[in-house]
């Protein structure tokens, strides 16, 4: 299958064949070069020309699920051979997203749409059903290829860390703050936000459709560990600043050590931080009934927060 502008070619996967030959060939490749470990499967085309010569006469009205079973089938021999290859399912339009391919990809692609402000509305209708463990987000160049916007490299990092963080950035094209703030974010994600994330319950604090700034949070099982995005959108006017934001998921007779991550720093080296709470001990009713405030200033400004049990 090509990508845009290409020659498309659906093949018939309905077709053991068919399937046999795709297998030896993909095998082929792996094995010539044993190195590697990501596969993006992208379904780029559409069925243009109805019909199988594999399913004959009323069968043929079974092509579309016969299909589908077939691709699932090889990928599953695929996986089993290449356990450690991770998959990724992607696909063109509006079907990057198959919850039945999440059984044999670690991840699906949501929207070649990577602009930030953007992903902010589109991972949160991808959550109302993924996983964020399985829900790729990536932190790409600027202007944004589909919309010319340009939003600082923080807030994508930001956005893209509420899910399962991913590059799409040349360091050549890349300023020396920009690669260093880069390196000390993904450590970050990997060591404090990643397991929560992926594996925490999620809420839904502040709706984007609804406001000019968005808030999720994650909760880890124990409700011992915490994580919450804030993201500035479109200031109505200057000073436009929120109401404190309400947390959800906490315990509310355990106290929380509030933590800034992912800031940045000023020319004297001292941290760009969004609310005045940070390094302070609040109690779990406190953050749910009272909140957090936080200072946005200009557009496209965005924070993170970890939320730790203090004994």
């Not at 010539?32 to 780029?44: C, T, V």
């Amino acid at each position: 299958r090509g990508g845009r502008g290409a020659t498309q070619v659906v093949l018939d996967m309905s077709n053991p064949k068919v399937r046999e030959n795709i297998f030896n060939q993909i095998d082929a490749v792996l094995k010539s070069a044993p190195g590697l470990s990501y596969i993006k499967w992208d379904a780029n085309a559409d069925f243009m020309n109805y019909g199988s010569d594999f399913l004959k006469g009323e069968k043929c009205a079974n092509l579309w699920f016969d299909y589908t079973a077939g691709v699932y089938e090889l990928i599953a021999k695929l996986r089993k051979k290449y356990p450690k290859i991770i998959f990724q399912a992607c696909s063109s339009g509006g079907a990057h997203a198959e919850y039945g391919f999440l059984s044999y990809a670690e991840e699906f692609w949501g929207s070649d749409d990577t602009d930030a402000r953007q992903r902010i509305f589109i991972q949160w209708g991808e959550t109302q059903f993924y996983p964020a463990n399985a829900m790729a987000c990536h932190v790409t160049a600027v202007p944004s290829h589909q919309t010319g916007r340009v939003t600082p490299i923080k807030y994508r990092f930001d956005v893209a860390m509420s899910g399962r963080l991913g590059l799409e950035l040349h360091p050549k094209n890349m300023t020396e703050e920009e690669l260093e703030f880069s390196t000390k974010a993904i450590e970050t994600y990997k060591k404090e936000i990643r397991p929560i994330v992926q594996q925490g319950d999620l809420y839904r604090l502040v709706s984007p459709y609804e406001n000019t700034y968005a808030s999720i949070m994650y909760v880890n099982k124990e409700k011992s560990k915490a994580i919450q995005f804030f993201y500035g959108m479109n200031m109505t006017y200057c000073g436009d600043y929120p109401p404190p934001v309400k947390l959800q998921g906490l315990d509310p007779k355990a106290k929380y050590r509030v933590e800034e991550l992912n800031y940045l720093l000023d020319r004297k080296g001292n941290p760009k931080l969004h609310t005045v709470v940070n390094k302070e001990v609040l109690s779990g009713e406190a953050l749910m009934e009272v909140g957090i405030g936080f200072t946005m200033r200009p557009e496209y400004d965005s924070a993170v927060l970890k939320l730790t049990k203090v004994k």
